[in-house]
């Protein structure tokens, strides 16, 4: 059953209380079970949320090779933080408001989402023997990530649920080798318009 008041009151405002309830007990589950496990691991990209102490909401994508979001366990997951712009905005909010959603969405073959949302911390290189992964992992982790990950996002899973693959588009890989104009770091031109702004004042 939801957890949060708003979900009841609205899904009794608008009528949707037994579609809701068959959800909860059909797709729903407070862990990871085996095809959830392997659809993470399989996945080069993740969308997650945040929140500050206030509830100032913040939004990011992460992505890296297949299964750098690794399934420690049936509750646990972790994703790497590389090298950015310095900003630190969800990792900021994580460390005032550990609440976090993470959306991972298949668009190249079965169109189907998985929501996890959790509790998430911060756990920095030195302290990945504290998770108690086989020696196997901690091996694969030093090969596949070396020093690009300079730190560790952990959620303890509390919620995973699908997101149906209706409005989700299908889509095609292409070799992002090719060129393609860009702008740089400033593809909104933001420094030009902070300078129109100043101009104009």
């Not at 899904?11 to 407070?30: C, G, I, P, V």
């Not at 392997?38 to 206030?54: A, G, K, L, P």
């Not at 990011?60 to 790497?80: D, E, H, I, L, Q």
């Not at 300079?150 to 699908?162: M, N």
């Amino acid at each position: 059953m939801p957890k949060h008041s708003g979900e009841q009151m609205l899904q009794e405002k608008y009528n949707t209380s037994k579609r809701a309830a068959a959800f909860y007990n059909n797709q729903m589950l407070d862990c990871l079970n085996p095809t959830m496990k392997e659809f993470i691991s399989n996945q080069e990209m993740v969308f997650i949320s945040t929140s500050d102490r206030h509830g100032h909401c913040d939004s990011s994508f992460r992505a890296g090779s297949p299964g750098f979001v690794r399934v420690v366990n049936n509750s646990t997951v972790m994703y790497p933080e590389y090298r950015g712009n310095g900003v630190m905005a969800s990792m900021g909010n994580i460390t005032e408001n550990p609440h976090i959603g993470l959306m991972f969405i298949d668009f190249f073959e079965s169109r189907v989402g998985l929501h996890v949302n959790g509790k998430a911390y911060i756990c920095e290189n030195k302290e990945l023997d504290t998770l108690n992964l086989p020696k196997e992992d901690i091996l694969d982790i030093e090969i596949k990530e070396g020093k690009r990950a300079e730190r560790w996002v952990v959620i303890e899973v509390e919620e995973a649920f699908i997101h149906c693959s209706k409005h989700i588009p299908l889509l095609e890989k292409k070799d992002k080798s090719k060129k393609v104009q860009s702008t740089g770091g400033d593809f909104f031109k933001v420094k030009q318009s902070k300078i129109d702004s100043k101009m104009k004042s």
